[in-house]
Nanobody
Framework: QVQLVESGGGLVQAGGSLRLSCAASGRTFSSYAMGWFRQAPGKEREFVAA????????YYGDSVKGRFTISRDNAKNTVYLQMNSLKPEDTAVYYC????????????????????WGQGTQVTVSS
């Protein structure tokens, strides 16, 4: 079992930055690929970013590529999402998730690949 707790959300003006954190407890954090997803009101959950358990593979959704950066600190059992140049359309509840994928360099692009989810943190970007 893995417990995930997100933090760092809030209200920010367009063009600003936020850094989300996701602290993991339970089984070995380094055994899991990690991902971030988001869901805006009335919309489906959207893939944002993912990182392999090895830490050397990353992947980003087209809408955030070049603006968001995922990273992980296995010593702190934490994954981060640095969000720059925020836009009003980035407003959503952001979720982190953990996936027990077979290969160390694999990343999960689909929510169905993830085994554990956090409760989410709200990010609101004002125009």
């Amino acid at each position: 079992q893995v417990q995930l707790v997100e933090s760092g959300g809030g209200l920010v003006q367009a063009g600003g930055s936020l850094r989300l954190s996701c602290a993991a407890s339970g089984r070995t954090f380094s055994s899991y690929a990690m991902g971030w997803f988001r869901q805006a009101p009335g919309k489906e959950r959207e893939f944002v970013a993912a990182m392999s358990r090895s830490g050397d593979s990353t992947y980003y959704g087209d809408s955030v590529k070049g603006r968001f950066t995922i990273s992980r600190d296995n010593a702190k059992n934490t994954v981060y999402l640095q969000m720059n140049s925020l836009k009003p359309e980035d407003t959503a509840v952001y979720y982190c998730a953990a996936a027990a994928l077979l290969y160390p360099k694999s990343v999960g692009l689909d929510s169905g690949e993830y085994d554990y989810w956090g409760q989410g943190t709200q990010v609101t970007v004002s125009s």
